[in-house]
């Protein structure tokens, strides 16, 4: 079980540095824009994923399809995850009406009840609990750091990949991930 790999340690470790040595906390420091995603062009098929729900119950991603999807792979130990959480948490109660679904997929050890706590302390009321047990989703993926945000069209496509922390409160997000998502 690789939950934590070198690579996604040190890019943990850089960003932790980076805020140090310019006097800033994790949590202060600015988010990217959703303009820096990367677009996959022609969409890829999404790989078969297995997922956790809350209960521990396994759900396939392909039962996603019809609806938008934003993948987000994150952790609570995340300080950039942790930034970007309560705009994802906006960004879900926003595009909910449009079929668009957000999963945040948690790699914590801890597993529900970590990231319930979580979602408690941090005032999050709009994302559902999703669980990666044993990281078989970010080895499925091939991701090199948390957080990590993958788009799925309605079709079961990838149509974009974020890596890094993003403020998806900002006010083209949600445009931005409708275009995408209808395929």
Known sequence: MAVLTR???LALAGTVATAALVGKSLA????????TMTLVVPPLPAPALIL???DGRAHKLAEFIGRGV????WATWCAPCVAEMP????????VKAHGIEVVPLSSDR??????????????????PVWLDPGGE???AL????IPTTLIIDRAGRIAGRLEGAINWAAPDAAPTLARLVAG
């Open 7 to 9: 690579r996604m340690a």
């Open 137 to 139: 989703v970010l080895q």
């Open 28 to 35: 202060e420091e600015s988010l990217a824009a959703i303009s």
């Open 142 to 145: 091939h991701v090199e750091g």
């Open 110 to 127: 801890g597993g529900a009840a970590t990231v319930r706590a979580f979602y408690a302390s941090h005032g999050i009321d709009n994302l």
């Open 87 to 94: 705009a994802l948490d906006e960004l879900a109660a926003r």
């Open 52 to 54: 956790h729900d809350g």
């Open 70 to 73: 934003v993948l987000n792979l």
